[in-house]
T-cell receptor
């Protein structure tokens, strides 16, 4: 069965640089979520999209933005990167159903 | 406030034995969903089991079952016949912000170690 795809899987950036993370949800899923998991922490909700419209916002810094495109893939754009942005970033998708399926994550390291 | 509490930072279990991971939740919503995810050291989040607040039967998925006690606001995960591959971090989560599109909030997790 198709799963959520995230790219890249690993990313290394310098402070103050920008990064773009991509997510391809499971086909026909209508909702995409982004979560951030710091080292040794639980995942924290950043933002979600339902049918390409932003549906909810969590603890997402102003330096971050996200959108969902017509083909349902989503991108998380991160600017002015800080050391504290180093984390595992998950994308998840669901179809108005009970389960949220997570992608493998993008591990971002800011040096 | 909506919250998930996992009081066991780490647990050990002997291979082939059963183990219960505790989870309590706090919400004023009447309709909510409870989830368990497994996160191995490789980092991916693997969906294990789901329980809806209106489900009368406890959810089961293979060796996983969810002991749902609504009055106590608890949703404990029971893993039967533990295997070495079950060693991982386990997160309890609750869907919030209403509706089936709501995001998840997570507990701090329980690290399970299965001993041979």
């Amino acid at each position: 069965a198709a799963g959520v795809i995230q790219s890249p899987r690993h990313l290394i950036k310098e402070k103050r640089e920008t990064a773009t993370l991509k997510c391809y949800p499971i086909p026909r899923h209508d909702t995409v979520y982004w979560y951030q998991q710091g080292p040794g922490q639980d995942p924290q909700f950043l933002i979600s999209f339902y049918e390409k419209m932003q549906s909810d916002k969590g603890s997402i810094p102003d330096r971050f933005s996200a959108q969902q495109f017509s083909d349902y893939h989503s991108e998380l754009n991160m600017s002015s990167l800080e050391l504290g942005d180093s984390a595992l970033y998950f994308c998840a998708s669901s179809l108005a159903s009970n389960e949220q399926f997570f992608g493998p994550g993008t591990r971002l390291t800011v040096l | 406030a909506q919250k998930i509490t996992q009081t066991q930072p780490g647990m050990f279990v002997q291979e082939k034995e059963a183990v219960t991971l505790d989870c309590t939740y706090d919400t004023s919503d009447q309709s909510y969903g409870l989830f368990w995810y497994k996160q191995p050291s490789s980092g991916e989040m693997i969906f294990l089991i789901y329980q809806g607040s209106y489900d009368e039967q406890n959810a089961t998925e293979g060796r996983y079952s969810l002991n749902f006690q609504k009055a106590r606001k608890s949703a404990n995960l029971v893993i039967s016949a533990s295997q070495l591959g079950d060693s991982a971090m386990y997160f309890c989560a609750m869907r919030v912000n209403g509706g089936s599109q709501g995001n998840l909030i997570f507990g701090k997790g329980t690290k399970l170690s299965v001993k041979p």
